[in-house]
Each structure stands twice: as structure tokens, then as C-alpha cells.
């Protein structure tokens, strides 16, 4: 797939692949510092393309391809970023799948567009995690030094957190309430997940207005969920759920 680009309204290009297929148009939302060349969004895509399903892929500003620079970016910033691309680029109905922080936009997306979104599949979906995720001592780091750095076990670089995503996240937190969705949810969740533990998708699934709610935990999975079986479950999640909106 070639990788196309659309302007926000401030000159940023953002990077996109979009595939035109049937049913509701599948969007892949990336985790933290990644981006849509990651295995599980290509695997996903590969599936749509054998399928004829209408699939977009992309990159928030500053992340992948997209132009811009990472620690600008926010929860908030990269939430209108996919608007933009989705209000852009697609029509008709969606199904948002997303990944680690991707599962917190994909939550900020659906109660932004309720009218379009008409299913959700979480990947270790961590809504919230600048409130679980750091101790006192990191947040009050954050907030005074500006930026907090912790080695990643998942690219080369510091897993750096910026006092601007931290201070959006705590202004977008989502467990504490019933969340107005109504539409399919399905939430996918390793057990040996050392990152998001597995009792965020119960609390999620709790929190969730929708009554059809479904979590399926594998007990070896780790965070990325992207071994063979695990992307194989992936797509018959995805598969499972209505091709109409």
C-alpha cells in the first residue's frame, strides 16, 4: 500500500495507507512511539486485502511517517489527528481497533463520532494509564522537570512521557464513570502482559454502557499480542463482528 499524506489545518502532514473494500471501515489505531508498520496493523491489513474489507492505517503527528515532532504530540492532539484522517479520508461506518494507548484513542474517537463508530477491538487497550502507570514520585517528575524518560523494551530510544501528554491524559481519564458506548466491544488481553495489566480490560468492559461486552484473556500473551496465534485471534475477533452499520 502506498503511504498517501493529508494536511491538518496547520500545514502538518499526516501520513495514511487506505484500502477501499466492504463493510465498516477497519482503523488501526497504534500504541505509544509506534506506528501503522507495526506487525500487528500490516497483519491486519493483509487480512482486509484477502477479504475485500476497507481498512486505513496511520500515523499520528510526530509518530512513523507523519511529519511533526513526537514529544509535541498529546492524547488529546493525536485524538484529533485521527479525526481529521478519518473525517478526511473515509466514509460511512467504522471499527476501531486499537492498540495499548491506541485503545484509549480508540475509546476518545468513539464517544467524539458515536454516530459512525460500530465496533471497538482493544488490544491491551490502557485507558487511563498516566493515572496507573507512574508512581507518585514519576507525576510529580513529570510535572516538574517537564518530561520523564524510562527504557523501553521496545525500540532503541528512552520511553519518554512530556508533561503535555501526561497533563492531557489526566484531563481524558475514562474509568472512574460510565462510558457512553453502545456499540460492539471486544477486548483482547495477555495475562503475562508486564506493561498493562489485565485487569484494566475487566475494569474497561465494566465501565462500558454497551451490553455487549466480550474480554478474552490469554494466559501466555504478552503485551504486543502479535505471535501467530495471537494475530490469528486478532482476526477472527475482528471477522466476528457485524460487516453492516
Keep these: 500500500m502506498a503511504t498517501d499524506f493529508l494536511a491538518r489545518p496547520d500545514g502538518l502532514r499526516l501520513a495514511y495507507a487506505h484500502r477501499p473494500g466492504s463493510g465498516p471501515t477497519i482503523v488501526f489505531l497504534p500504541g505509544y512511539m509506534s506506528d501503522m508498520e507495526g506487525s500487528k496493523a500490516l497483519a491486519l491489513d493483509a487480512w482486509a486485502a484477502e477479504t475485500g474489507r476497507a481498512m486505513l492505517r496511520l500515523d499520528y503527528a510526530g509518530c512513523g511517517a507523519s511529519e511533526g515532532a513526537f514529544e509535541d504530540g498529546t492524547l488529546l492532539s493525536w485524538r484529533d489527528d485521527v479525526l481529521h484522517l478519518i473525517d478526511g479520508v473515509t466514509e460511512g461506518p467504522l ?22 463508530v460500530t465496533g471497538l477491538v482493544g488490544i491491551a487497550a490502557a485507558p487511563d494509564f498516566t493515572q496507573w502507570g507512574f508512581t507518585d514520585a514519576q507525576k510529580i517528575e513529570i510535572v516538574e522537570r517537564g518530561r520523564i524518560e524510562e527504557p523501553s523494551d521496545y525500540a532503541d530510544s528512552p520511553y519518554a512521557t512530556t508533561r503535555g501528554f501526561f497533563e492531557a491524559g489526566q484531563a481524558s481519564l475514562l474509568l472512574d464513570a460510565p462510558i457512553a458506548i453502545d456499540c460492539p466491544v471486544r477486548l483482547l488481553h495477555g495475562q503475562a502482559d508486564p506493561d498493562v495489566p489485565w485487569s484494566v480490560s475487566l475494569r474497561l468492559a465494566e465501565r462500558l454502557r454497551s451490553a455487549d461486552v466480550q474480554v478474552a484473556l490469554v494466559k501466555d500473551g504478552d503485551h504486543r499480542l502479535s505471535r501467530p496465534q495471537d494475530i490469528a485471534l486478532l482476526r477472527a475477533t475482528v471477522a466476528s463482528l457485524p460487516e453492516t452499520g
Design 95 to 116: 471499527l476501531l481497533v486499537g492498540s495499548s494507548m491506541g485503545g484509549w484513542l480508540m475509546l476518545l474517537v468513539a464517544l467524539a463520532r458515536p454516530d459512525r
